[in-house]
Antibody
Framework: EVQLVESGGGLVQPGGSLRLSCAAS????????MNWVRQAPGKGLEWVAN????????YYVDSVKGRFTISRDNAKNSLYLQMNSLRAEDTAVYYC???????????????????WGQGTLVTVSS | DIQMTQSPSSLSASIGDRVTITCQAS??????LNWYQRKPGKAPKLLIY???NLETGVPSRFSGGGSGTDFTFTIISLQPEDIATYYC?????????FGQGTRLEIK
């Protein structure tokens, strides 16, 4: 059974940092692109970042570029999101998401988010 | 960025009703369009991929259609367990974006 379990969320002050983790199991983690998707309170879903199987390609939504870093450790079946310079507008539930497809050079192919974790809440507030 | 516009934003229907949600892309996205269901307190679930393909294990009362800029999502006969918020999502290019969601309620 595919499982994605996020951790690391919490309350942080504006300008602070937080590192989210996602533990994957039940599938060959190293074979899939992975993503972070977030949902702010009362808002819709927003794609945040994705990463290639080997970690050598990474893409971000403009609002987090230069502040967030996505990474993975295939030996540990884990996905990470390092979040720096956090802002109030980053407050959201963050989901770890498996992707059946891939993106390259800005174009994407068969990007179907087929498994999602339960999410971890990040609250940025003083 | 490609904007995805869903309508309606909320919908009230009776059990057994046929329900249709539309999603319009701000530019041609071919059939690079997925639909997700999100129930309160649960993670989103993929229902339809590539505009019209039913994900494995999803009941056949759900269906999708369209291509280019205009897409539809239909529940043929609404069931109580279908109460949720539904989102469309394109993946033609980055950034991947979602519609704002359609909240479906029972009348």
């Amino acid at each position: 059974e595919v499982q994605l379990v996020e951790s690391g969320g919490g309350l942080v002050q504006p300008g602070g940092s937080l590192r989210l983790s996602c533990a994957a199991s039940g599938f060959t983690f190293s074979s899939y692109w992975m993503n972070w998707v977030r949902q702010a309170p009362g808002k819709g879903l927003e794609w945040v970042a994705n990463i290639k199987q080997d970690g050598n390609e990474k893409y971000y939504v403009d609002s987090v570029k230069g502040r967030f870093t996505i990474s993975r450790d295939n030996a540990k079946n884990s996905l990470y999101l390092q979040m720096n310079s956090l802002r109030a507008e980053d407050t959201a539930v963050y989901y770890c998401v498996r992707d059946r497809g891939y993106c390259s050079g800005g174009s994407c192919y068969s990007v179907h988010f087929d498994y999602w974790g339960q999410g971890t809440l990040v609250t940025v507030s003083s | 960025d490609i904007q995805m516009t869903q309508s309606p934003s909320s919908l009230s229907a009776s059990i057994g009703d046929r329900v249709t949600i539309t999603c319009q892309a701000s530019q041609d996205i071919n059939n690079y369009l997925n639909w997700y269901q999100r129930k309160p307190g649960k993670a989103p679930k993929l229902l339809i991929y590539d505009a019209s393909n039913l994900e494995t294990g999803v009941p056949s009362r759900f269906s999708g259609g369209g291509s280019g800029t205009d897409f539809t999502f239909t529940i043929i006969s609404l069931q109580p367990e279908d109460i949720a918020t539904y989102y469309c999502q394109h993946y033609l290019n980055l950034p991947i974006t979602f519609g704002q969601g359609t909240r479906l309620e029972i009348k």
